[in-house]
């Protein structure tokens, strides 16, 4: 079985996010972007799979409030 296939049959997923994709170059998080990742998060609820995303954001948005 190849690791393609082997994704296909898990039921949790780990999704890691890099804080340069859930922030606004330095002005914050991007609500935007947040709110389509929380969409697709929620359609693959949907479909029986457990979703656990990680990401660093916190600290690049707690850098903006220093």
Do not use: Y
Not at 34 to 43: P, R
């Amino acid at each position: 079985m190849t690791p393609r296939q082997s994704l296909g049959q898990s039921r949790r997923w780990v999704v890691k996010v890099g804080s340069s994709l859930i922030t606004n170059a330095g002005r914050g998080l991007d609500d935007a972007f947040i709110a389509g990742l929380v969409k697709q998060v929620v359609e693959l609820h949907r479909c029986g799979l457990e979703v656990v995303v990680v990401s660093s954001g916190a600290i690049a948005e707690g850098m903006k409030r220093l």
